[in-house]
């Protein structure tokens, strides 16, 4: 079964730090861009992070830019965040998804299409 | 930044019914990168439509996606009772901007 399972998720106060984790099973990771997602109580989702399938490219939403760092193993199909200098506006479910692909001979689609439950920070 | 505007907020509408939802981008986007997802309470996302009208896997013909440019649209044709949720759209792909829409709600009327 292709699933992606995270932990780690906490009380956290203030200008804390805390890592979060996911563990992915049933694909080849290592082929794979990787993303987090998280929800804040109450409302929609916002992208947080990418990395490429080698971890030389990885992307920031402007707002985590400095204070967030998004890892990954392949040798051990897991996904991390690490989040420093934390705020009450990180308070949030933390999602690990896969970022599928589609190849043509014209273009490239991505979407995001394996999911895991989520894994809760507060900030508090 | 890409701002994806949905509406409605909300859609009150009896099983059966036809639901139509749209997604609009403040500028042009590649529907190679439009996606929908449903999510239910408590529960993770779930894609639906990726490349703006590909339905994903084990997903119901009853959902249909279209668009290009700036306007997308996500369709259910009849609903079903398990297909009162929230719905998102977003656009993808792995370089910013990766952004979502605020989301629709389609409530049980």
Known sequence: ?124 | EIVLTQSPGTLSLSPGERATLSCRASRSISANNLAWYQQKPGQAPRLLIYGASSRATDIPDRFSGSGSGTDFTLIISRLEPEDFAVYYCQQCGTSPPLTFGGGTKVEIK
């Not at chain 1, 805390?18 to 099973?25: G, N, Q, Y």
């Not at chain 1, 861009?33 to 399938?53: C, H, T, Y």
């Not at chain 1, 990180?90 to 970022?99: E, N, Q």
């Open chain 1, 1 to 124: 079964e292709v699933q992606v399972v995270e932990s780690g998720g906490a009380l956290v106060q203030p200008g804390g730090a805390l890592r979060v984790s996911c563990a992915a099973s049933g694909f080849s990771f290592s082929s794979y861009w990787m993303s987090w997602v998280r929800q804040a109580p109450g409302k929609g989702l916002e992208w947080v992070a990418n990395i490429k399938q080698d971890g030389s490219e990885k992307y920031y939403v402007d707002s985590v830019k400095g204070r967030f760092t998004i890892s990954r193993d392949n040798a051990k199909n897991s996904l991390e965040l690490q989040m420093n200098s934390l705020r009450t506006e990180d308070t949030a479910v933390y999602h690990c998804v896969r970022v599928g692909t589609t190849v043509t001979p014209y273009y490239y689609s991505y979407y995001m299409d394996v999911w895991g439950k989520g894994t809760t920070v507060t900030v508090s």
